[in-house]
């Protein structure tokens, strides 16, 4: 995994380096799982990569990965709402949908056909070692893994090589999904003839940002600030999150990770660094830490929240970006599994 890891980054150096120069050269394809609206170690941790590829000019692909949601749940929750957070909190913080073509698994039936060919190139014994859905099972406590948790990992690989994307920027736990499908579309080129690229993972380079409490952020803790939360709800939630007992305000990430970690959030939002936003606070305490946290993540996602009212108030318009983006993604895959069927020979 390090020799691999060491590799990947190495790689989205390199196309962080070209992308500079030739971003005209780059499709990019990213997806979420509809399973709660997005918070800020979204906004931090891959948001604001999409932008910066949109703006440098590479074609953009948003999937809303709605399959994905059943793998580790029985149940697909509040899908209609989660779906249409998604779309909106996206959009709002700055993806724009006449260039960016947002997307649904269930929509695209070209698509998800792609997944039979796939499967025929990848052993279950490979498939079971897949870190990611290792870990996933664990965390949901799944004792038995369905069929789907299993395999979607080859169906994320339809995802990315239906539109022929070579960036993907994702965080350190979807590597395992990216090789797997650079080993699909290297195999598949190998039996077929020269049909698929292998995508590069573009990596974030910030900070992980932790929740309220010090530990991993997840919506089921309620330790998460979401982005379409107003002003005073976010001050409610910093209100409540943890510090230490000591006044005087430090960035030490080793030994003060709690406080360290609001110093990042304000830090993020002001482009300056966490130690002289500590010394700037001195000896304010945790009270005076939260107060800048939550004014600075309240002046940044201001404009994103008004634009996000906005765009819910307009009856039709998730659905108007759904629909023009579901047809762009089909008439894609459409394309890409005429080819695959004529390099198969399944043209009859
Ligand atoms: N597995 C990703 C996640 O859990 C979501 C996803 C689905 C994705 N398909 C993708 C990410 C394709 C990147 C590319 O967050």
């Known amino acids: 995994m390090s020799d691999s890891y060491q590799a ?18 780059f499709r990019m394809l990213t997806g979420d799982r509809p399973t709660g609206a997005l918070h800020i170690g979204h906004y931090f941790g ?15 692909w948003q999937l809303i990965a709605d399959y994905q949601v059943i793998t580790d749940r029985d149940s697909v929750g509040e899908i209609q709402d989660n779906v249409r957070n998604l779309v909106l909190d996206n959009v709002a913080a700055g993806l724009d949908p006449e260039r960016a073509t947002f997307f649904t ?7 998800n056909q792609l997944l039979l060919p796939f499967l025929s190139l990848v052993s279950v014994a490979e498939l079971q070692r897949n870190p990611t859905v290792k870990d996933e ?20 690989a339809a995802d990315i090589l239906f539109c022929k994307a070579n960036v993907v920027p994702v965080g350190r736990d979807q590597l395992p999904h990216l090789e797997q499908t650079r080993v699909i579309a290297r195999r598949f080129n190998e039996r077929y003839g020269a049909t698929f690229p292998e995508p590069d993972a573009l990596l974030s380079s910030a900070t992980l940002i932790l929740g309220t409490d010090g530990t991993k952020m997840s919506k089921s803790k309620g330790n998460v600030v979401e982005l379409r939360m107003t002003a005073d709800e976010t001050a409610k939630k ?19 990770p709690e406080v360290a970690n609001l110093l990042q959030i304000v830090s993020l939002c002001e482009g300056t660094d966490p130690a002289s936003i500590a010394e700037e606070i001195g000896d ?15 002046e940044t996602l201001a404009p994103l929240r008004a634009r996000r009212a906005e765009l819910a108030a307009e009856p039709s318009y998730v659905h108007e970006v759904l629909r023009r983006g579901n047809e762009r993604a089909t008439e894609m895959a459409e394309t890409t599994l ?8 399944m043209v009859y």
Do not use: C, F, W
């Not at 990947?8 to 050269?25: H, K, T, Y």
């Not at 695959?340 to 020979?345: C, D, N, Y």
């Open 284 to 298: 304010g305490g945790g009270g005076g830490l939260k107060k800048r946290v939550t004014e600075a993540l309240n």
């Open 105 to 111: 698994h269930s929509a695209v039936p070209a698509l």
């Open 338 to 345: 005429a080819e695959v069927r004529e390099k198969m020979r």
């Open 238 to 256: 910093l209100k409540g999150a943890k510090t230490d007992s000591d006044r005087h305000i430090t960035y030490d990430p080793e030994n003060r």
């Open 137 to 156: 099972a664990t965390t949901a406590g799944i004792k038995s893994i369905s069929g789907l948790m299993l395999t979607y990992p080859v169906h994320q």
């Open 8 to 25: 990947s980054v190495a790689r989205s150096r390199q196309i962080e380096e070209r992308l500079a120069v030739q971003p005209g050269d």
């Open 46 to 60: 891959s948001i604001q990569n999409r932008l910066r590829l949109q703006q440098a000019g590479a074609e953009i």
